[in-house]
């Protein structure tokens, strides 16, 4: 029979019951350039940051949570990053005003926090530029995640800001947009977004993990990178996919 059970009584799909290792397994599609960027000050957040993002995604859908942002968020910066989300809603408006939210969001966020700008997905529109970049950067920011475009990804890419978003774009918010909420649950990408859900970015993709879930989607993530790491072992040790996938089944 293949599959354990995890510490919550939960049964993990392919996980052999015997051959759990405390090595920290490797992670997964991690290019050379990536990193891991932000202050993560909890037990949770470490152990988040340390999961790889489809281990993550994994675990969500396990427990059955939200989470994975809808796909097509990119970074110019090839880093991942990892936390607390920070959050400003915005929406259409022909005045010209200053998105004061996410001013008083990058002056007051903590360091490693992850800005999360709700704009309903509009990529002809950039709400995060080189200026903002300089700013967030100034305040020890881990990132962004912006639902909708940005612009001057030259300075952003120079100040090696990760700034996710749907596009790139010329045209920014003003007479367009204004921010209108700071702090509050978002809908991002198609999922709601708490301030404090720890967001976890990277190449593959975006997700928010609903706040108190952090705990078991961090130890499931932990299970499922493990199943990885001696699916790989057990491959390299016998050479064929169908042999290895015997005893730790990829899913
Ligand atoms: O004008 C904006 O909203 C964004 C921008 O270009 C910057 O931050 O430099
Ligand atoms: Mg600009």
Do not use: K
Not at 9 to 30: F, S, T, W
């Amino acid at each position: 029979m293949h599959g354990r059970r995890g510490r919550l009584g939960r049964r993990l799909p392919g996980v052999a019951p015997c051959r759990v290792r405390q090595r920290r397994p490797p992670r997964r599609g991690r290019s050379t350039t990536e990193r891991t960027v932000g202050t993560v000050n909890t037990d949770p957040g470490r152990a988040l940051a340390a999961a790889t993002p489809a281990a993550i995604a994994d675990a969500l859908d396990h427990l059955g949570l939200p989470g994975v942002l809808a796909p097509g968020l990119r970074s110019h910066v090839a880093a991942r990053i990892a936390g607390p989300a920070v959050t400003v809603v915005y929406e259409r408006a022909t005045e010209r005003r200053q998105p004061e939210h996410t001013f008083e969001a990058v002056d007051t966020a903590a360091p490693g926090s992850v800005l999360v700008l709700a704009a309903g997905g509009d990529t002809g529109i950039a709400f995060w530029g080189g200026t903002l970049t300089a700013a967030a950067v100034h305040r020890g920011l881990a990132g962004a995640v912006v639902d909708g475009a940005v612009r001057d990804t030259d300075e952003i890419a120079g100040h090696g800001f990760p700034a996710f978003a749907r596009g790139v774009a010329l045209r920014g918010p003003a007479g367009r947009f204004r921010s209108v909420a700071l702090n509050v649950p978002v809908m991002c990408a198609g999922v709601t977004v708490h301030p404090g859900d720890f967001v976890v970015a990277g190449p593959d993709g975006v997700l928010a993990v609903p706040g108190g879930h952090a705990d078991e989607v961090a130890r499931v993530a932990a299970e499922f990178d493990e199943r990885d790491r001696l699916l790989t072992e057990n491959l390299l040790a016998t050479g064929s996919l169908r042999a290895a996938t015997r005893t730790v089944s990829l899913f």
